[in-house]
């Protein structure tokens, strides 16, 4: 062989750094008036953060500590998309959602000292298998494919904190095919976003490019293919996607 090819192998080699098939692409999130994008790293959820959602879904607002879930990074979706409706499940919901996101990490975070962790903020919509989610409940089992499933979670451009502050006694809302089924304002959330981060920092180490969807208000409800979703938090930009038929 000779020392030319070696070389060109070499390179080769180095180009591909040794994994067995291509690296996906990092996945992220467009910011609001630039070509940056933030680069996401996980997906955190609290559940149960509006007091109205918690009574609609049978609970009460004040008896339990936060609920935290996780979806995949590779599950993010942007505005503007088709999002196909997911296999199975006959009670696919909508779920409008003032969504963090962080570019400082941190382990035991004082909610004194959370919001210098936050970037910026959107609105995000998690999509949810609400037949598989009951299911889970009454089991016993976990959430992942009720709540992490592919595509499951929308969200807008991310506003910067340094154009618009932080939010907090917004509205925010949710329309299907432009009728109005969520409504309510960011200072009803049971759990604040300071105290979220304060909250999730003491059970995972918090890292830059993790976002957090911080729960969302009652009217959730389901979704077929064919109708548009339209939501949107005072302030922020507006996400829209479309329920599209998916695969047969
Ligand atoms: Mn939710």
Not at 187 to 199: A, C, K, N, R, Y
Request: charged fraction near 20%.
């Amino acid at each position: 062989m000779s020392t030319v090819f070696l070389q060109i192998a070499k390179y080769t080699a180095s180009m591909d750094t040794g994994y067995v098939f291509t690296p996906p692409a990092r996945v992220s999130a467009a910011v609001r008036h630039s070509d940056d994008r933030f680069p996401v790293r996980r997906i955190f959820c609290v559940g149960r953060n509006y007091a109205d959602h918690v009574r609609e879904m049978g609970g009460d607002p004040r008896s339990e500590p936060p609920i935290f879930f996780t979806k995949p990074a590779d599950a993010l979706v942007p505005g503007g998309s088709n999002v196909p409706y997911p296999p199975g499940t006959r009670n696919l919901h909508h779920e409008v959602e003032l969504v963090v996101a962080l570019h400082r990490g941190g382990t035991r975070i004082s909610a004194t000292s959370a919001l210098a962790h936050v970037y910026g903020y959107a609105v995000g919509n998690d999509l949810t298998r609400r037949d598989l989610q009951s299911q889970a409940r009454s089991r016993g089992q976990p959430w992942d494919m009720s709540k992490g499933f592919d595509a499951s979670a929308q969200i807008s451009q991310i506003t910067p904190v340094e154009r618009f502050g932080h939010p907090s006694s917004n509205a925010i809302w949710l329309k299907v095919n432009g009728e109005q089924r969520q409504h309510s304002t960011l200072d009803q959330m049971i759990w604040s976003v300071p105290e979220i981060i304060s909250g999730l920092s003491a059970l995972v180490e918090l890292q830059p490019g993790d976002l957090i969807y911080t729960g969302t208000p009652d009217g959730v409800g389901q979704l077929v293919p064919g109708d548009v979703v339209t939501a949107g938090i005072d302030g922020l930009d507006e996400l829209e996607f479309r329920i599209v038929a998916g695969p047969a």
